[in-house]
C-alpha cells in the first residue's frame, strides 16, 4: 500500500488500466450485482431531497419504487447504505438513452442545470472502492475487479490509462486537487521504478 494525505493506495489502482467501453458493456453496473451503489451518510439524506426533481425522468416502476420506499435502503450484506434497487436489480435511479446505455437519472438532471450534485461518490469513483481499513481506521482505495468490466480493461490497456488516471475527476471532487496531484507524482515514481511483469 502506499500513503497520500492519509490514504492508502493498493498499487493495482496505479497501475491497472481501465476506462469504461459503454458500447459493449452497455452500463451493466448500474444493473448487475446484489447491492445498490454505496453512499455515504450525507448523500443518504441529499438523495430524498433530490428524489422530486429526478422523479419524473425515470421510466415509471422506477418512480413507483422511489414513492413507495425511497432511492436508498441500508444493505445488511455490505454493511452500508446503498441506492435501492428494482426487484431485477436495477439501479432504482437507471434510465436508459437512445442507444440502450443506461445512464444515471441524478447525472442526467445535474447535466440538465437542475440539481448541483452530480452523483454518488461511489458511483463517479468506480471502479476504485472506497473501505475503512480494519487495522488503522483509515481510508484505503482499492480496485474492483468486476467480470462485466473486461471490455473496460482491455480498452484501458489499448489506451494505456491507468485506473487512477481514468477516475481523475472524481478522485479531484473527493479529495481535492492537491490529493490527486500527490497522487500523481506518487504514481509516476511508482511506475517507473516497478518491475517489469
Not at 478522485?171 to 511508482?190: M, P
Request: aromatic share 10%; charged share 25%.
Amino acid at each position: 500500500m502506499l500513503v497520500v494525505q492519509g490514504k492508502l493506495i493498493h498499487p493495482d489502482v496505479l497501475k491497472e488500466q481501465f476506462v469504461c467501453h459503454l458500447d459493449k458493456c452497455k452500463g451493466a453496473c448500474c444493473w448487475e450485482g446484489s447491492y445498490g451503489a454505496p453512499l455515504n451518510k450525507e448523500e443518504v439524506e441529499l438523495l430524498e431531497q433530490l428524489n422530486p426533481v429526478v422523479s419524473p425522468y425515470l421510466p415509471e416502476r422506477h418512480r413507483a419504487l422511489l414513492a413507495a420506499e425511497g432511492g436508498s435502503r441500508y444493505y445488511r450484506g455490505m454493511q452500508q447504505w446503498g441506492t435501492n434497487l428494482m426487484p431485477d436489480g436495477a439501479c432504482v435511479y437507471l434510465i436508459r438513452d437512445d442507444n440502450g446505455i443506461a445512464k444515471c437519472g441524478i447525472e442526467h438532471c445535474w447535466k440538465q442545470g437542475e440539481i448541483s450534485f452530480r452523483k454518488p461518490q461511489s458511483c463517479h469513483l468506480y471502479p476504485v472502492r472506497v473501505r475503512k481499513d480494519p487495522f488503522t481506521g483509515m481510508e484505503m482505495l482499492l480496485y474492483d475487479r468486476w467480470d462485466i468490466c473486461q471490455d473496460a480493461c482491455a480498452l484501458g490497456a489499448a489506451l494505456q490509462v491507468p485506473v487512477y488516471r481514468f477516475v481523475k475527476e472524481a478522485l479531484i471532487r473527493v479529495y481535492g486537487e492537491a490529493f490527486y496531484a500527490e497522487l500523481d507524482a506518487i504514481a509516476q515514481s511508482y511506475l517507473e521504478n516497478e518491475p517489469e511483469r
